[in-house]
């Protein structure tokens, strides 16, 4: 079913004015699960392209990639979740049709950043934590107390870390 430009511009107004009116815990939970639903399309991107381009090339890891991270995309569509670049468009849609407030607008977006950011990082912390210890003791050359980092490799005075290893 086809519409006109015109009706398509009164659908938007609609969904962004029901997005407005919804509560705060209704914005953490739609845009928290879409920020789960994004981690888990870059999780297949990164699964489905590793090895790709040792043996088909860099332009085939890429289209390999581009091909299942829309995965996310399409499960945050059809559940209806909330991500911020969709409500960036949509709210405010409802504004200029004087179907909702700017206030409402800057309290969506406040809610749906948060979910959609902070709160799958604190989820899925722990998965990347030995990635992160690497990282974070290269950069900083920190001892933290994590098992796999190699307690001989501390040295007595501010417990620098050369390496952390296994």
């Keep these: 079913m086809a519409h006109k430009p015109v009706e398509i511009v009164e659908l938007a107004g609609n969904a962004g004015m029901y997005k407005a009116n919804l509560g705060t815990s209704n914005f953490l939970i739609r845009s928290f699960m ?4 994004i981690a ?7 699964v489905c392209g590793t090895g790709v381009e040792k043996t088909l090339g860099p332009g085939f890891k890429a289209f390999v990639g581009g091909s299942v991270f829309p995965v996310g995309l399409i499960a ?11 409500d960036t468009m949509l709210i405010p849609m409802a504004v200029f049709q004087k179907k909702t407030t700017w206030g409402k ?30 990282l974070f003791n290269k950069i900083f050359q920190c ?24």
């Design 105 to 134: 607008v800057f309290n969506a977006w406040t809610w749906v950043y948060i979910g959609n950011f902070i709160l799958p990082v604190q989820q899925f912390l722990p998965v990347y934590e030995p990635f992160c210890c690497f």
């Design 40 to 46: 888990v399309g870059a999780a297949l991107c990164t």
């Design 143 to 166: 001892c933290r107390n994590h098992p796999n980092t190699r307690k001989e490799s501390c040295t007595n005075s501010g417990e620098r870390l050369n390496s952390c290893g296994r």
């Design 76 to 86: 945050i569509v059809l559940t209806g979740m909330s991500l911020f670049t969709g």
């Design 34 to 37: 879409a920020g789960l639903f």
